[in-house]
């Protein structure tokens, strides 16, 4: 009797391995995957309203690490909103393609509440980020299989997940 394995005995151990390594591997994939999904945005509620300058803007991973950097240029419209803007910046400096606006209503204006739009491509797909302006959490979002994001929300209002 010989102890050699045969190329029959050899495939089959080798599939059980590879199905012992990449079961786990795809749940856990498909777990992380699930977790980022896109229409789940929400603004802090009330965040906004305490921005009457906004200087700095930092788009923050889920380990609170600035990807992207923005610093806000303001002017006033002919209606008193403030309206901020910020070009994006990758941490190389490179520019990206994308922008965060931002528009606070004059205190006179109790009808109208603060409004964010945010407009990136090129994130990484389906990763939960934080939208950060002055230091302060304002919102969270998901970017969409491609790595973008692009919506429009007015200060506590969430956006009802996508099935």
Do not use: W
């Amino acid at each position: 009797m010989t102890s050699a394995l045969t190329d029959e005995q050899r495939t089959r151990r080798i599939r059980l391995l590879l199905a012992l390594l990449c079961v786990p591997l795809l749940i856990s994939g498909i777990t992380l995957s699930s977790r980022a999904k896109p229409g789940g945005e929400v603004i802090t509620r009330e965040a906004l309203s305490h921005v009457k300058e906004a200087s700095i803007v930092e788009v923050r991973d889920n380990q609170s690490r600035a990807v992207l950097l923005g610093e806000f240029r303001a002017h006033t419209d002919v209606l008193g909103n403030i309206e901020f803007d910020a070009a994006l910046y990758d941490r190389k400096g490179s520019k990206v393609i994308g922008e965060v606006e931002l528009d606070v209503p004059p205190s006179s204006r109790a009808d109208r509440r603060p409004e964010l739009e945010l407009d990136i491509i090129g994130l990484p797909p389906r990763e939960n980020f934080t939208l950060v302006i002055d230091d302060r959490e304002v919102a969270t979002f998901a970017t969409d299989d491609r790595g973008s994001i692009d919506r429009e929300l007015q200060e506590g209002e969430t956006v009802p997940r996508v099935p």
